[in-house]
């Protein structure tokens, strides 16, 4: 989980759905109210998100890496992820 480097008021968590399957949520705290989320998919098992991040620079954009994976996603005006 990580808070907006800009903006403190948005967190993005990722979660484990089940083995082969993540989700990235992102929260608006100050409302208290879930904004978007994202599914991510890895059939093959060998990839796995292990951290989630905003960017430095614009916290409209959101990084998962980890294991044989790196995602880049963006925040379009709170309504969802797009990469």
């Not at 929260?27 to 994202?38: C, L, P, Y």
């Not at 294991?67 to 963006?74: E, G, R, V, W």
Request: with cysteine; net charge neutral.
């Amino acid at each position: 989980m990580a808070f907006a480097p800009r903006n403190e008021k948005l967190l993005v968590t990722l979660t484990c759905e089940h083995e082969h399957v993540q989700g990235i949520y992102l929260w608006q705290v100050d409302r208290q109210k879930f904004i978007a989320m994202q599914t991510l998919y890895h059939p093959t098992g060998l990839a796995f998100g292990t951290q989630v991040s905003f960017s430095n620079v614009d916290s409209n954009v959101i990084l998962v890496t980890g294991n044989n994976t790196y995602k880049y996603y963006i925040n379009k005006d709170n309504t969802g992820l797009s990469y």
